[in-house]
């Protein structure tokens, strides 16, 4: 079983890879309730003899993902940096937690933002070209999905419109 996390402050995207009906389920889920979330498909793997492998998005070990413009001022920087800094914390917080439930966690840098969305982010027509995602998704499950798809050894499929 493989789940991406894509670590945010209020909800933390989350998918799970099914590798046999090679679809992806993703949803966002604040702390308490991934934590929650994580011991019931670590109980379940434990019935059916599964390994559950869990990725996490984290930031923490590159320096030079900024998100500052040339326009900011020193008070929006900072806010910039201390909402950095909590997203990281809570990375640092569910893979502690994995840890601490004998859950296999990986934290993993992430991917290269090359897609068509904002800053450079994986749009919905993206991710749904190769997961069937639903009619909607937000930012934090797509990056979930993406990095639970990728962590599933299956193929990301970029379509480019022929001029």
């Known amino acids: 079983v493989i789940i991406g996390i894509d670590p945010d402050v209020e909800q933390s995207g989350v998918a799970r890879v099914d590798k046999e009906a090679r679809k992806a389920w993703a ?3 604040p702390f308490p309730l991934l934590i929650d979330y994580l011991h019931g498909v670590q109980a379940e793997c434990k019935r ?3 390994i559950l492998q869990v990725y996490i998005e984290s930031t923490r070990s590159i320096t030079h993902n900024w998100h500052l413009k040339p326009s900011d001022s020193r008070a929006v920087a900072a ?3 201390r909402n950095v800094g909590a997203m990281q914390e809570v990375g640092k ?4 937690m994995c840890e601490h439930c004998g859950i ?3 934290e993993i840098p992430p991917f290269k933002k090359c ?3 904002k800053d450079g982010k994986i749009t919905h027509e993206e991710i749904s070209a190769f997961i069937r995602m639903g009619k909607r998704s937000n930012q934090e499950t797509r990056d979930a999905a993406l ?3 990728n ?3 299956f193929p990301i499929r970029i379509i480019t419109n022929k001029r």
Do not use: Q
């Open 115 to 117: 897609w068509k969305g």
């Open 79 to 81: 806010v910039k940096g």
């Open 93 to 96: 917080l569910i893979t502690e």
């Open 104 to 106: 296999d966690a990986t």
């Open 48 to 50: 059916t003899g599964a």
């Open 27 to 29: 949803d966002r889920l």
């Open 151 to 153: 962590e599933a050894g």
């Open 147 to 149: 990095l639970a798809w």
